[in-house]
């Protein structure tokens, strides 16, 4: 198999729609749902502290080697690690890894759409008003009410996936680049002045940022390094092909290391303020930090209830945070719908919706694990935590770690620097050694210590 010199899906039109195209996949539900109330569930500081040292040692080197491997395979990830791995007279089962990819993409949208839906759900109480003067229980019983009704989940879990496959069906470039680079800045902004907020709040944002950012390492267990290096992967979109699907329609003379340094600080510098906002409400709230996945839902309109025209921004709020999960929903996808049209040869269509309602089915199990199928519990988890389980603890860090491996071990030394190092040579030794040596160890040590044979 020859490789392609171009994605028969086009191009992204310069390198600022690649930044903003990525970085709208990186930063979505992960930042502003998740990171807070996995935070929040594993003791905050020391959590923290390893989630940010994975983004440095595991996530930086790991997105240059996406983009890297995608630019130069120019195909769905599959076919990409098959033909490269040909290219370097190694297997062509390397293209298993990107199956990987293609079945954590499929199982992750199938419960991000769901929690998705809640938020566009909360947009239309958040206008509504129904926020104001709120007060924690209520809060509580207003997330409650919508959580504890399936047929209200599945509706806004419908309606999202309808959204997000109209857009993949029209090809990622006219469809994801136009919107993008509104969101990014105007949620940046509203998260300012949700800290801004919390700042009033006196002593307890400085509770909220003494439990995010001082390290108690007597509260952080195996299991929990393992979230937060599974977090790393999930947040920055790595370990399952999109960032790499996305790398295939970058063009030859973009510099990766800039693009992807960039990618990684914004990604983090929303979860780190939708933390600083979140968790002095939480506490000023005799709320505990560890509510689960509610938090946000539960914390949030709060604040919106008890500040001026907080209804216009709740709703705004809600609504960015609603853009932000659909541009990642988007790349979640990608891989799998390349890998349609390339290898089914089917048209983007007929492949969004194939895809769109073989995840929309899945995502069942998802919208009655917070009802009817609360009780459904395999290996101590419902249906929603252990899909979550499974891809961001354990798929994201498998694929990352074989891709890193094929990154440093299978592609040779000078295609990878003819690929990567056009305007950076300086840094090119550096990331051989992350990517050879550093990434794939720590993912392996984190796993070795789950399984309990670090002591
Ligand atoms: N990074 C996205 C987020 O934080 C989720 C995502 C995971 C996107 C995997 C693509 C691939 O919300």
Redesign the pocket.
Known sequence: MSRPTDSIHGQWSSRWTFILAATG???????????PYIAGENGGGAFVLVYLLCIVAIGLPLMMAEVMIGRRGRQNPVNTLRSLAKEENKSASWGLVGWIGIV??FI?LSY?SVIAGQAIAYVFRSFAGVFEGVTADGAHQIYLSLTHDPERLLAWHTVFMVLTMVVVARGVKSGIERFVKYIMPALFAILLMLVGYAANTGDYFNQGLHFLFTPNFSKLTANGVLTAMGHA???????????MVYGSYLSKTTSIVKVSIWIAIT?TVV?LLAGMAIFPLAFANELTAGVGPGLIFETLPIAFGHMAGGALFGGLFFLLLVF??WS??I??VEPVIAWLVENKNISRRRASVTAGFGIWLLGLLTVFSFNIGENWILFGKTMFELLDYI??NIL?PLGGLLTAIFAGWVISKNNAKDEFAMKTPFFYPIWRVLIRFITPLAVIIVFLNVIGLLG
Do not use: E, H, P, R
């Open positions: 996949s990186a930063v979505g539900l992960g930042n502003i749902w998740k990171f954590a993409g992750i991000y992967f999930f947040t920055l979109s790595l370990g399952m092909g999109a960032i990604d979860a932000a999960a990642s929903a790349s979640i891809t961001a994201l």
